[in-house]
């Protein structure tokens, strides 16, 4: 038997002996129910595990779901300091409400001077066409410029098969996008620019007087823990709607993305959470600090040294399947003093019936210094002897 084998055998039954102690009923996880959409995905927000999919990389036109990138761009602007709730900006004659007839509006007039704060609630709550293009001549100067800026977004978020074409998502050449895609955007602006989120579970916006609902109808549904996040609809994309919602510590975001109606994309979604929340749980299996095992190590000033997680370890796992998670543990390297607090000597795998789940690094918890000269001599001598 080598070291590392050794070493990882006598950890993992740690491992093992940890989760075993946690008593759960094992569940039955039935297969996801029929969405009738297009495509669709269901991410754990934690831990960007999908859940369930069809088509999530399958290209579509992102109609208003485009407005999310344009919001995460301002509220990482307003958080940077960039710009401010309290600027006004000047309506230019592109921005016009008139320029988009029959479409979604903030209804802003030219020359009329209107706050950062009513632009961005207009664009997340009234899903202003409008609004997106003041707020993109702002930010950028131009629209075709903000463009650029949304692609570069999207590029340092890892949305391979997204481009931009527009602030708003009204149909353009080469503005496509995927369910996968979107629901990663969605999870960005949840863990990025929070208080920009807080807005989205906002029911309601008045602006001039006119008064306007957010049309994400499950913010009202009772059954359902809803707080964000934005419909769209063209003729060529269908009706489509991002959705977070929570349930204890588990956090999940559907995306619906060409359901036949209103009601349809809000039914689909809502089946979507109802399975996820039902037969899906999102767990801390190991928390920062906390020690997996002592293994030995040589040449140092102590005989022992304790490793673990050098951070909170999130996994998402179907309800009542907690005791079988196993934990396999492999050392990269022989311990030898001098080691410092934190260092990464290994990783730890998890899996369920045989399924990779997870990965962590294994560190070291405490700092041990090298030995006196003596004590690294019989180390050495021993080490001869030892397997290990």
């Known amino acids: 038997m080598t070291k590392c084998r050794r070493i990882a055998s006598i950890v993992s039954s ?26 669709y995905v269901m991410m754990d927000y934690a831990t960007g595990r999908i859940i369930a999919s069809e088509n999530a990389d399958e290209l579509h036109g992102p109609a208003s779901l485009t407005k ?5 761009i301002i509220g990482t602007e307003l958080q940077n300091g960039n710009i401010s709730d309290t600027d006004m900006v000047t309506v230019s004659r592109n921005a016009w409400a008139r320029n988009f007839p029959g479409s979604s509006l903030m209804f802003i007039e030219v020359g009329r001077e209107v706050s950062v704060r009513d632009l961005n609630y207009g664009i997340i709550i009234a899903s202003g066409n409008d609004a997106c293009v003041a707020m993109a001549e702002h930010i950028a100067g131009t629209e075709d410029a903000f463009a650029d800026l949304m692609n570069a977004y999207a590029d ?3 949305l391979t098969n997204t481009t931009f074409a ?79 919602a929570t349930e204890g510590d588990t956090r999940l975001i559907t995306v619906v993305m060409g359901a036949a109606s209103e009601a349809a994309r809000a039914a689909e979604t809502k089946k ?32 022992e040294i304790s490793l673990g997680a050098g951070a909170d370890v999130v996994v998402t796992l179907p309800r009542g399947q907690r005791q079988n998670l196993r934990a396999n543990f492999v050392l990269d390297q022989t311990l030898e003093a001098p080691l410092s607090a934190g260092q990464v000597v290994g990783t730890v795998n998890l899996t369920l019936d045989g399924e990779d789940i997870a990965s962590f690094p294994l560190v070291t918890l405490q700092e041990v210094a090298q030995g006196g000269f003596f004590k ?13």
Do not use: C
Request: hydrophobic fraction near 40%; aromatic fraction near 10%; avoid cysteine.
């Open 156 to 158: 340092q978020l890892g």
């Open 166 to 244: 527009n602030s708003h998502g009204l149909p353009a050449d080469n503005q496509r996008t995927t369910a996968r895609d979107m629901a990663v955007l969605a999870q960005a602006l949840i863990r990025d620019v929070p208080a920009e989120y807080e807005i989205y579970k906002e029911r309601e916006f008045t602006f001039n007087g006119i008064r306007q609902y957010n049309r994400n109808s499950l913010l009202w549904d009772r059954s359902l823990n809803v707080d964000g996040i934005k419909t769209g609809f063209t003729t060529e994309s269908g009706y489509s709607l991002v959705t977070s």
């Open 272 to 303: 979507l959470l109802n399975y996820g929340f039902r037969f899906f749980e999102t767990i801390t299996a190991y928390t920062e600090g906390e020690a997996l095992a002592s293994q030995r190590i040589w040449g140092g000033s102590a005989d």
């Open 376 to 388: 690294r001599i019989i180390d050495s001598i021993k080490q001869s002897f030892s397997d290990e």
């Open 68 to 72: 999310i990138m344009t919001s995460y």
């Open 14 to 39: 740690v491992g093992i002996l940890l989760f075993s102690s946690v008593a759960a009923a094992q569940s039955v996880v039935p297969p996801v129910p029929n969405v009738n959409a297009r495509a």
